[in-house]
């Protein structure tokens, strides 16, 4: 980048958003909508499977399209943007991270449980040694007390990070649990901090604010809030916002307004809004990308989607763990049907 940002965006419709679709993006979507965010000077565009490199299988959802076919597809059409992934170590490898560097890709963003930083340190080592940016992201942000969050922040430090996240991957975060744990990592590391929200509280933007007034200069966004759950931050408000601000995204206000308009809402199944399912992953605290997966279970088995999202927030279940809800699926129904016998 050439010009000087107070706040440094990375689009996520073309990962993220990929749950709320199913994994479904074609090569001619995924192409528009990397050109249009290039065009509106978007300074990073994450793109990938939902659940990172190498997602695609029946646990998680399977692709429409292979993701190295994707990627490629952004890389050829951007002439500033920067495309980047996401690697989950343990379901992508280090072999899809050499493949997509390959392809052109410019930043790698390397993401473990808020507890598990210490899957990552090859991964983020051999990022580096790519030459990719490399950002440490910790998912499931609110599962872990502040003292454990820098513990893990600073691990990814360690290893190499330039920028590590607090990742609200259920949306339930409050803005004041946001604050402290955004400071927190302000005080501790030297490097950039960074911020991704989901809204199924509807508090995506608030988080965003609140994280942004203690010092995150990293955020992520969703056009039109194309993500998992409730979405994202929704990126062409938050670039609106921020001017209100007076505070310099270099990102194209209009430009993305015409993006969500006319690219991104012919492509959503239905509106990103916050449905009684968002709304319970956001209260029960879990994971956003299960909500197509419940949905399916709930009907299978003829139950209701909240009791299994519950649940699942009752266990503790975290991202790798869908196979899981399945199995709550199966013992709700038996309980329900044996009492109604």
Same mark, same amino acid.
């Given at each position: 980048?050439?010009?000087?940002?107070?706040?440094?965006?990375?689009?996520?419709?073309?990962?993220?958003?990929?749950?709320?679709?199913?994994?479904?993006?074609?090569?001619?979507?995924?192409?528009?909508?990397?050109?249009?965010?290039?065009?509106?000077?978007?300074?990073?565009?994450?793109?990938?499977?939902?659940?990172?490199?190498?997602?695609?299988?029946?646990?998680?959802?399977?692709?429409?399209?292979?993701?190295? /076919? #994707?990627?490629? @597809? $952004?890389?050829?059409?951007? +002439?500033? &943007?920067? =495309? %980047?992934?996401?690697?989950?170590?343990?379901?992508?490898?280090?072999? /899809? #991270?050499?493949? @997509? $560097?390959?392809?052109?890709? +410019?930043? &790698?963003? =390397? %993401?473990?449980?808020?507890?598990?930083?210490?899957?990552?340190?090859?991964?983020?080592?051999? @990022?580096?040694?790519?030459?990719?940016?490399?950002?440490?992201?910790?998912?499931?942000?609110?599962?872990?007390?502040?003292?454990?969050?820098?513990?893990?922040?600073?691990?990814?430090?360690?290893?190499?990070?330039?920028?590590?996240?607090?990742?609200?991957?259920?949306?339930?975060?409050?803005?004041?649990?946001?604050?402290?744990?955004?400071?927190?990592?302000?005080?501790?590391?030297?490097?950039?901090?960074?911020?991704?929200?989901?809204?199924?509280?509807?508090?995506?933007?608030?988080?965003?604010?609140?994280?942004?007034?203690?010092?995150?200069?990293?955020?992520?966004?969703?056009?039109?809030?194309?993500?998992?759950?409730?979405?994202?931050?929704?990126?062409?408000?938050?670039?609106?916002?921020?001017?209100?601000?007076?505070?310099?995204?270099?990102?194209?206000?209009?430009?993305?307004?015409?993006?969500?308009?006319?690219?991104?809402?012919?492509?959503?199944?239905?509106?990103?809004?916050?449905?009684?399912?968002?709304?319970?992953?956001?209260?029960?605290?879990?994971?956003?990308?299960?909500?197509?997966?419940?949905?399916?279970?709930?009907?299978?088995?003829?139950?209701?989607?909240?009791?299994?999202?519950?649940?699942?927030?009752?266990?503790?279940?975290?991202?790798?763990?869908?196979?899981?809800?399945?199995?709550?699926?199966?013992?709700?129904?038996?309980?329900?049907?044996?009492?109604?016998?």
């Amino acid at each position: 980048m050439t010009d000087k940002r107070d706040i440094v965006l990375t689009e996520v419709a073309l990962r993220d958003g990929s749950h709320a679709i199913g994994h479904q993006y074609t090569v001619e979507q995924v192409t528009a909508v990397a050109k249009a965010l290039d065009e509106a000077n978007v300074p990073y565009i994450e793109v990938a499977h939902g659940d990172g490199l190498a997602g695609s299988s029946q646990q998680y959802g399977l692709s429409l399209t292979d993701e190295m /076919e #994707l990627i490629e @597809a $952004a890389v050829s059409v951007c +002439k500033q &943007a920067k =495309i %980047a992934v996401l690697l989950i170590p343990g379901i992508g490898t280090m072999n /899809e #991270l050499k493949q @997509a $560097a390959s392809l052109g890709v +410019k930043m &790698a963003r =390397i %993401a473990t449980h808020v507890t598990e930083a210490d899957v990552a340190p090859q991964h983020i080592g051999l @990022a580096k040694e790519l030459g990719l940016e490399t950002v440490g992201f910790l998912m499931m942000s609110h599962m872990a007390p502040i003292d454990k969050l820098v513990e893990q922040a600073k691990l990814m430090e360690s290893y190499g990070a330039d920028t590590v996240y607090v990742v609200d991957s259920a949306g339930a975060l409050l803005p004041h649990e946001v604050r402290e744990r955004i400071k927190a990592l302000r005080q501790t590391l030297t490097i950039n901090v960074g911020f991704h929200a989901h809204n199924n509280l509807s508090l995506a933007m608030a988080n965003t604010l609140a994280a942004i007034e203690e010092g995150a200069t990293r955020i992520d966004g969703s056009v039109r809030c194309l993500g998992a759950g409730a979405g994202n931050t929704q990126t062409e408000v938050l670039v609106a916002v921020l001017e209100r601000l007076g505070l310099n995204s270099g990102v194209d206000l209009y430009k993305m307004m015409d993006l969500a308009e006319n690219i991104i809402a012919p492509i959503l199944q239905k509106p990103q809004e916050i449905t009684r399912d968002s709304l319970t992953m956001g209260y029960a605290g879990v994971y956003s990308s299960f909500l197509l997966h419940s949905q399916r279970a709930a009907a299978r088995f003829g139950i209701d989607s909240r009791d299994i999202l519950i649940e699942l927030g009752k266990r503790k279940v975290v991202g790798g763990q869908e196979d899981m809800i399945i199995d709550v699926a199966a013992e709700i129904a038996r309980k329900q049907k044996s009492v109604n016998v």
